[in-house]
């Protein structure tokens, strides 16, 4: 299994989930309904169960959790994760090892991953967490582990998470069709994004120029949204 590694970013830290992240968890899951397209632990049981299963896939070598906390004020805003690690060590042998890639000095290097099951309570949504924890998984699994390929997928129906992936860079590899049941009981169509190693510093610089320009966004002065804010102003005398 990969080792576990803490990432910092400008805007938010991913921790390894873990136990004491839960009542976090607990509070960054209150302001969601539970009618979304990825699991969402609510409650005190349910955040348990989540850090549990997590931490049992990590042991098992299938994913690596991530709780996104803030820098600003060190909360925990949401969860992410690297899952379906692909390793394509070879040559292959015949009778093919049954030996475990966790039996790997200083832990295994997938070739492939996907990042995935990613969620963040409503305060924080379309705003720079997002894109800086994205851009950590992402220079983690390209330059650090050096993989060949990094999959996103999303549940067709959800043109928000499709929109944020597509505005990273991702190239889309099509739609599967009938491909699982959704978590509200339907069968979804799900759509399938990746990025190559080849095509990651582009990638890359197109994230640093979004972060640049939310963050510029951010520092400009409120501009007053309604007719009954514009009057005061225009009543004014000038100079």
């Known amino acids: ?43 005190e049981q349910e955040a348990r169960t989540y850090v549990f299963q997590a931490e049992a896939a990590q ?19 949401g969860a992410t994760r690297f899952t379906r690690l692909d390793y394509w060590q070879g040559p292959l042998t015949w009778p093919l090892s049954a030996e475990p890639v966790t039996a790997l000095p200083g832990g295994a290097i997938p070739d492939a991953v996907e990042i995935g099951n990613t969620w963040l309570t409503p305060a924080v949504r379309g705003g720079q967490v997002n894109l800086d924890s994205k851009l950590m998984l992402l220079s983690h699994a390209f330059d650090s582990w050096g993989v060949r ?10 043109l928000r998470s499709r929109a944020a992936i597509e505005r ?21 169509d799900t759509a ?4 190559l190693h080849d095509e990651w510093p582009g990638v ?17 002065p409120l501009i007053p949204a309604t007719v009954e804010a514009w009057r005061p102003l225009a009543s004014s005398p000038i100079g």
């Not at 990273?168 to 979804?188: E, F, I, N, T, Y």
């Not at 890359?204 to 400009?220: D, K, M």
């Open 149 to 158: 390929r990094v999959t996103l997928r999303a549940d067709a129906r959800n």
């Open 192 to 195: 399938f994004y990746s990025i």
């Open 1 to 43: 299994m990969p080792a576990p590694v803490i990432l910092h970013g400008r805007i938010a830290r991913l921790e390894p989930l873990a136990p004491h992240h839960v009542p976090g968890l607990i509070a960054a899951a209150a302001a969601l309904d539970g009618s979304g397209f990825t699991v969402v632990p609510h409650g």
């Open 204 to 220: 890359c610089g197109r994230i640093h120029e979004q972060l640049a320009a939310r963050a510029a966004f951010r520092r400009a």
């Open 59 to 77: 042991l098992a070598g299938t994913a690596l959790a991530f709780a996104i906390v803030t820098v600003a004020d060190e909360c925990v805003v």
């Open 168 to 188: 990273l860079g991702a190239v889309s590899d099509g739609v599967r069709r009938a491909h699982s049941r959704g978590l509200d009981g339907a069968v979804r």
